[in-house]
């Protein structure tokens, strides 16, 4: 068997990648499970993008739903668990992935450790060049020829590497066609080039532009350009009048230039734009970023264009409020620019440049035409201002993979809420047999270590992001334990621990920001020095102090005493001040009672007086819980003080932060709103979910963030709306995790929270592109009877900063489209509409309906309302979603654009896309 996984295994070119003949044909591999350990072999299918295994059940692992890959030592917690050797830690794998929105996990062993190098390597690059693809709608030739590739594997059966018209048949029965058999014949023989009743694949290929014509596409074409050429004049005004661009004309030429094509090399089709079958591929002069690998540049290779076929009729497109404004208008009005601009360049002008069918057609596709404002990596806020001003990405109990019930604790969790940046983690920590662990309290929740916990975060915490991780921690463990966990702390974060203020400003008036705390790690824990259910005299923090463990006095500990004294000293004269106020209230009291003739002295309550010597009524005091002065020191910017009220009375020092329950959060918001966003603009608040959620639902985040909280928790366990408007959230700024808050609400401005404004905002469905098909519950493509029936649900989210949904007052005004229904809301701030049903198409289904959907705005807080697009199948009794998507309307780009669809673990499909037009109106 070693001899099987010699580097001299044979290399193939299949589906223009390059596979190890032997991963292709089966490999043998020890599969590792909680019950056995067995060899079973697993299949590699590029084309298909698959790995594959004997299993009863059928083993599938779809590539693109692989949410991470970990060998050796990055598995290592994975085969101490199985209580495998560290003998075969060089030859383990494991992939995370998900099935019907569930995690699961596979574990394989390598006979050898050639066998698992090639295992790793090809599968790192199929994940790679799969993961670039699931970030919005680039890279069109890569995602053309994958898809290609994929159905000329499911239409061609045998070794001939041909396919006959009853292999079309049953590829378009995969995609969701049912098209007439006579339409689909006619595309069949104009691909076939050679006449003899077979397409290989460069004829597949043509085909499947046949296939693939967009009518609607064409139809915009036309309508834009009218009766002269689409040039930079033309698409100036397009860009300007339908996209609602703000880009200057240097800008927009630079894209279009991406794009154009010489108009001496379009002269020949010119008088045929009406018969020109639209594809949507780059021309040769796109440049694409490149891919790392063989992988990627094999896929990278441009196939031939064949025939054209002339597309059905033209299919009437449902505009908008606003029509498109007629060329020659417009392009008086920018000619001149786009002259200073063209002269200023230098550029030739002799060989005009010009828009050709397909160039709109892959321009509208492309990543210059994005739905979403904000780009992957691209960190465009300020990050240079005060936490406060920062919406931050947080869970809530991060160590959670179930239910808070009964679920499994594991490093997992932060692993995957790191690598989706989520910047600020929890811990739940209680006494371990020897070193503290993380759980759930008083629930059926398994156990795990800190330090496995602290080790995991210190890997993962900077993947992602730069910015700094706050660490939330409830500390139950004894002094001891406390002691262990500041240990662990110190050692395994190093110096990227914060232990002290920057530049030891110990008299900071305001927090840090982002950019100066860059790669930090910060520990928040509730200070029972300064917890006003614990304080403590000063001689108790010398009780405390002579208790510890620690047998000298560190600078840390130092300085932890000096912020501990000046805390002390603050604490004390609140409580002074407190207890003034509260004596006179009693004295008032006491005075009323006193001056009542009605009542006697017997009547009055009285309380026993507390006693701990004998004689008298006892009671018992609660033992008083101490903390370690080692983990004092490190609460530096983050320092945990119970919730005393947000009033005028209370007064918090810039590191006082609190955690507030859901319930408690909506009581302050619906009594103070105004108090508790003027405390958000120079304190950390942290908002988490209610204990009574025990199927680790979670909330609509968005209403707290409109309170100014920053670090609003959220179930990531759990994908539900709210982790949806969560994830949209956090899209943005680079999906770096720190997404800079609105202007009212950083701004003492009182005004800017006075401004509201109604809107109505005009989606048009056109049409969506190859939806997913539907699956069983191992993710297998269902085949038989599957035939899609789709319609799309359009729905507003608004934050509850009014008490009723908005409706205007001038009906008119508010016309949703003919076809479209409005659905019943699922709370007082969600407005949701539908368009009707397709029959049986689920590959190109056109609705071309207008709804619009009513909402209001305080603040011009745009990024704080949320549109979602669903498609769902008319066929299933639940109306589970096929397809969503999410975005914040401050991110929002308008006009005609593709939006990316996702599954309900919001990974993106590779194929399917939603056709759409959008505009907001503003009514007041």
């Not at 230039?257 to 002269?267: G, I, R």
């Not at 509201?756 to 699956?775: E, F, N």
């Not at 603040?859 to 309302?865: A, N, Q, R, T």
């Not at 589970?880 to 990316?900: E, K, N």
Request: glycine share 6%; with cysteine; aromatic share 8%.
């Amino acid at each position: 068997m070693a001899e099987t996984g010699s580097h001299d295994a044979p290399e193939t070119t299949h589906a223009d990648t390059k596979i190890p003949t032997l991963l292709m044909q089966g490999v043998p591999l020890l599969k590792v499970s909680a019950k056995k350990v067995k060899t079973v072999m697993f299949y590699l299918d590029a084309d298909q993008g698959r790995i594959t295994w004997e299993s009863k059940k059928g083993g599938l692992i779809c590539v693109e739903n692989i949410k991470e890959i970990r060998a050796g030592p990055d598995a290592r917690n994975y085969r101490e668990q199985f209580k495998i050797g560290s003998d075969a830690e060089g030859r383990w794998l494991t992939l995370v992935y998900t099935v019907e929105g569930k995690y699961k996990t596979l574990h394989v062993v390598a006979l050898t450790k050639d066998v698992m190098d090639m295992w790793l390597s090809t599968l790192t690059q199929l994940y790679d060049v799969r993961q670039e693809l699931m970030n919005g709608l680039g890279n069109p030739e890569t995602r053309e020829l994958i898809w290609e590739k994929s159905y000329w594997r499911h239409a061609d059966n045998d070794v001939d590497q041909k396919i006959n018209f009853s292999d079309v048949e049953r590829m378009c029965k995969l995609l969701n066609i049912r098209s007439p058999r006579d339409d689909l014949l006619a595309r069949f023989k104009a691909a076939d080039t050679r006449g003899d009743g077979y397409l290989d694949f460069s004829d597949f290929q043509r085909f499947v532009k046949l296939l693939k014509a967009r009518p609607e596409i064409e139809k915009l074409y036309h309508d834009t350009r009218g009766h002269c050429e689409f040039d930079l004049s033309v698409f100036v005004t397009f860009m300007r009048d339908s996209q609602k661009s703000n880009l200057n004309i240097a800008e927009l030429e630079k894209i279009f230039k991406k794009y154009a094509q010489p108009m001496a090399a379009t002269k020949e089709a010119k008088g045929d734009h009406a018969r020109q079958v639209p594809v949507i591929l780059p021309p040769a002069n796109v440049q694409h970023e490149s891919t790392s690998g063989s992988i990627s540049q094999a896929l990278k290779a441009s196939a031939s264009v064949g025939a054209s076929l002339s597309p059905q009729s033209h299919l009437v497109l449902t505009h908008s409020p606003d029509p498109i404004p007629s060329t020659s208008s417009s392009s008086d009005r920018v000619t001149a620019c786009l002259s200073s601009s063209s002269s200023s360049s230098g550029k030739n002008l002799s060989t005009p440049l010009i828009f050709t069918l397909d160039a709109f057609s892959t321009f509208l596709f492309s990543a210059d035409n994005a739905v979403f404002f904000d780009q992957p990596n691209l960190i465009w806020h300020d990050m240079t201002r005060p936490l406060p001003d920062y919406f931050i990405s947080s869970s809530h109990n991060t160590y959670l993979i179930g239910s808070q019930l009964i679920g499994a604790s594991t490093v997992e969790g932060y692993i995957r809420a790191l690598l989706q940046s989520c910047r600020s983690v929890e811990l739940d920590i209680y006494d371990g047999d020897t070193e503290p662990c993380v759980y759930h309290g008083k629930t059926l929740t398994t156990k795990v270590s800190v330090r496995e916990i602290c080790e995991a975060i210190a890997k993962y915490a900077f993947i992602s992001s730069p910015y700094p991780i706050i660490i939330s921690a409830e500390i139950h463990c004894g002094l001891p334990q406390q002691e262990k966990l500041a240990e662990i702390m110190k050692e395994v974060f190093g110096d990227t621990l914060i232990q002290a203020p920057l530049g030891d400003n110990f008299d900071f008036q305001c927090l840090p920001s982002p950019e100066d705390l860059k790669g930090k790690v910060m520990l928040k824990a509730k200070n029972l020095y300064v917890s006003p259910t614990q304080q403590m005299q000063s001689k108790d923090v010398t009780v405390d102090a002579e208790s510890s463990t620690t047998e000298t006095t560190s600078a840390s500990d130092t300085e932890a005493l000096k912020r501990l004294e000046s805390e002390v000293k603050y604490e004390i004269k609140q409580e002074v001040s407190d207890l003034k106020s509260e004596f006179k209230k009693v004295g008032k009291i006491v005075d009323r009672v006193r001056r009542r003739p009605s009542v006697s002295a017997s009547t009055i309550p009285i309380t026993p007086a507390r006693s701990s010597s004998s004689g008298g009524e006892k009671s018992v005091e609660k033992p008083k819980v101490k903390m370690s002065l080692a983990l004092v020191g490190l609460l530096v910017y983050t320092v945990g003080v119970k919730c005393r009220g947000i009033n005028k009375k209370e007064h918090y020092k810039p590191e006082h932060l609190f955690s507030l329950s859901e319930k408690t959060a909506n009581k302050i918001i619906k009594q103070s709103v105004h108090d508790i966003i003027k405390h958000n603009r120079t304190h950390l608040v942290r908002i988490y979910p209610s204990g009574t959620r025990l199927n680790s639902s979670n909330y609509e985040p968005h209403r707290f963030w409109a309170s100014g909280a920053q670090l609003v928790a959220i179930n990531w366990q759990t994908t539900d709306l709210g982790y949806m408007i969560n994830h949209a959230m956090f899209q943005r700024n680079g999906r770096c995790g720190y997404v800079l808050k609105p202007k009212a609400l950083r701004d003492n401005d009182k005004s800017l929270l006075a401004i509201r404004t109604k809107h109505v905002i005009d989606v048009t469905i056109i049409s969506a592109q190859q939806l997913p098909c539907l699956r069983d519950e191992r993710g297998r493509d269902i085949i038989e009877n599957s035939f899609i029936d789709p319609f799309v649900e359009v729905s507003v989210h608004v934050p509850e900063w009014t008490h009723s949904p908005f409706l205007p007052e001038n009906p008119p005004v508010y016309s949703p489209g003919t076809s479209g229904s409005a659905v019943t809301p699922s709370s007082g701030r969600t407005v949701t509409y539908k368009t009707s049903v397709v029959k049986n198409n689920g590959f190109n289904p056109t609705w071309e309906q207008t709804l619009s959907v009513p909402f209001d705005c305080v603040g011009d807080m745009m990024d704080l309302v949320f549109l979602k697009f669903e498609v769902k199948h008319d066929g299933v009794e639940r109306n589970d979603s096929l397809a969503l998507y999410c975005v914040p309307l401050g991110s929002l780009q308008q006009g005609y654009r593709h939006l990316p669809l996702h599954d309900s673990q919001l990974s993106q499909y590779l194929f399917s896309t939603l056709f759409v037009h959008t505009s907001i109106r503003t009514l007041s």
